[in-house]
């Protein structure tokens, strides 16, 4: 098991991302919209619905369009997990699994407050908090870049992402989705996201 750090492990993963989005596009009609802005996410996820009906009532339906439409990324992801944490990964199925992120291009990105959070999916589901990690894949970036905004101790530092970026980390610090550097219509930020966490003694993944 990886110690316990503030530091992003990082990898790539040679996945088809372009693919990955024309299937997400196929799949549009389960994007649901977040706030008043184009950013969604594709199906529920614990720390938006978590402590609603809807995230397990929802669940299935999408969790079966997922695996559908992306089980070979999810293999490649649990390998890349796996090889990382030297300890096989499940996917349990009475929670929701990663999904995406999706951004579209719009204005309102380039102020959107700033969530500064640490995760917690894992004491929102009552899952305990025994090995729990984040995980990031990025699909797509706007041409002017993207990235997230960290804390390390009092200094402010930005991970820079680039596409097939997978990232790998405890989740128990301050970090925030950076804001839109510089507007471009029909542009998306999209990664693939999830959480790691030891359940029933055996790690899971999981949304």
Not at 20 to 38: A, C, E, G, S, T
Not at 57 to 76: G, I, Q, T, W
Request: proline share 4%.
């Amino acid at each position: 098991m990886l110690a316990k750090t503030r530091l992003f492990m990082t990898n790539k993963l040679q996945l088809d991302n372009e693919d990955i989005f024309q299937r997400l596009l196929k799949l549009k009609k389960y994007w649901i919209q977040r706030f008043d802005v184009p950013f969604y996410t594709l199906g529920r996820n614990a720390y938006l619905d978590g402590k609603t009906d809807a995230y397990y009532k929802d669940m299935n339906e999408v969790k079966r369009k997922l695996l559908l439409n992306f089980s070979p990324d999810y293999a490649h992801i649990l390998l890349c997990l796996q090889n990382y944490l030297n300890e096989k990964i499940h996917i349990d199925h009475d929670y929701a699994i990663p999904s995406f992120h999706i951004f579209k291009s719009d204005p309102a990105f380039l102020n959107f407050p700033s969530n500064w959070h640490t995760d917690y999916p894992h004491k929102i589901l009552g899952l305990g908090d025994k090995d729990a990690y984040s995980f990031t894949y990025v699909v797509k970036i706007p041409s002017s870049g993207a990235g997230l905004e960290y804390k390390d101790g009092k200094e402010t530092k930005y991970l820079q992402y680039s596409p097939y970026d997978f990232i790998l980390h405890c989740g128990d610090f301050l970090h925030n989705i950076a804001p839109l550097k510089e507007y471009k219509e029909n542009e998306y930020r999209i990664t693939l996201q999830g959480h790691i966490i030891r359940h029933n003694d055996r790690l899971i993944m999981y949304w």
